[in-house]
């Protein structure tokens, strides 16, 4: 796989996290003095659309809504920002919203998110609701990835304690926990296979695979980054896109666990954020630079469109396998069809030749009961390919 083209959005200081618009092109980062910036994203480049100072302190999480009329923001100061999309007005400020700072933003519904914080603290929240409408004191450290399981209504959270926690939004508690495992962090996650797999970055650098309703300890493990996998960001039902602090930026699939190609990478900078456009056009990355990249993933595109024709060829060859085989049957039955009543006529004549007695001997039908050879159709051959 050929390393990915990209393109610099620059800032004016280090991002610490990024969130693509769910309909338009539309691009915010956080960043470390506190700012949020907006910028709108074509294919010669990306313009500034707006940029606030909204946080005393780092603004360490950002994500749109999910109509995305409003920027979610959160930072080191503890304060929740609602951002007006349209107008780049401040909707709401939410002054300390937790005990410690926030760590991690995710979108729950059209008016709902979720907060956690550095203590391992998680909340829910409700746009039109003054105040939190639940918590979870789910971890003992920071809460460092969250996402939502849509159909179980949960919230699946990984934390630097080493943990993984389902909690369920319904009933307001914690549905499963993973077993602690204190020397390794949990980085990063994202749901896969019709979301019944729960894939993590570790600190080791390990892809931990759980099954869902099996939380406790994890099904499968598959190593191969040779630093941690601070960031996972799914792009089909099978493969995830990987940041590692190698500064590597790499597409694996799941199950099986294989690695398919590095996309690029940021000089042994570390990979800390990713997100994906919603058109999966684009991949935005965060690293210890005064900058966003902005990876083309065109050629993942092209290899899926690839792999999907060669299956429909696969799938054309073997119809028509199964087709000339058919008619080859019907051929054959319909000789022996026709030999049977040649056979059947030749009896008829021996019947009369015995009725005329001494007239004359009888004559033996033969040569006439050939069944033609079966022929063995030839195969239409596999066809194999690579994902990239």
């Known amino acids: 796989m050929e390393e990915a083209h990209s393109m610099n959005v620059k800032l004016p200081e280090q991002p610490m996290d990024c969130s693509f618009h769910p309909t338009e092109s539309l691009l915010a980062a956080g960043i470390i003095t506190g700012q949020v910036r907006i910028s709108e994203c074509s294919e010669s480049g990306a313009t500034r659309k707006s940029q606030k100072r909204l946080h005393s302190e780092s603004c360490r999480a950002v994500q749109f809504s999910a109509l995305g009329d409003a920027l979610l923001s959160g930072s080191a100061d503890k304060s929740v920002v609602l951002l007006d999309t349209g107008t ?8 300390n919203a937790h005990p ?10 059209e008016t709902s998110f979720v907060s956690g914080d550095d203590n391992g603290l998680i909340k829910t929240w409700d746009q039109r609701q003054p105040e939190s409408t639940a918590s979870f004191e789910a971890h003992t450290d920071f809460v460092s990835d969250m996402v939502l399981h ?3 209504q949960c919230l699946v959270a990984v934390s630097g304690d080493g943990t993984l926690t389902v909690n369920d939004l319904r009933a307001n508690k914690i549905r499963a926990q993973s077993e602690n495992d204190a020397d390794d962090e949990l980085l990063s996650v994202v749901l896969l296979k019709g979301d019944k797999k729960v894939v993590t970055g570790t600190q080791s650098g390990v892809i931990n695979l759980y099954s869902w309703g099996h939380m406790d300890d994890c099904s499968d493990r598959f190593p191969g980054h040779p630093s941690s996998v601070d960031a996972l960001v799914k792009y089909d039902a099978d493969t995830v896109i990987t940041g590692s602090s190698d500064g590597i930026i790499r597409i694996v699939n799941i199950l099986p666990n294989r690695m ?34 902005l990876w083309d993933l065109s050629q993942l595109a092209e290899g899926s469109d690839d792999e999907d024709e060669e299956e429909e060829e696969e799938g054309a060859a073997a119809r028509d396998h199964d087709d000339a085989a058919g008619l080859e049957s019907e051929q054959q039955t319909a000789g022996i069809s026709r030999s049977d009543q040649q056979g059947s006529d030749s009896g008829s004549e021996d019947d009369a030749q015995q009725k005329k ?13 050939k069944v033609p050879k079966r022929h063995k159709g030839s195969g239409s051959g596999s066809f194999f390919a690579d994902l990239l």
Do not use: F
């Open 100 to 109: 410690a700072g926030i760590s991690r933003l995710a979108v729950l519904s």
């Open 260 to 293: 398919l190609g590095v996309l690029g990478g940021s000089e042994d900078l570390p990979i800390e954020r990713l997100a994906l456009s919603h058109d999966q056009s684009r991949l935005a990355s965060v690293s210890h630079e005064s900058c966003l990249k």
């Open 357 to 369: 007695g001494k007239k004359g001997k009888r004559d033996r039908g033969k040569g006439l009961h």
């Open 150 to 152: 849509e159909r179980e």
């Open 88 to 95: 780049c007005k401040v909707q709401r400020t939410q002054q």
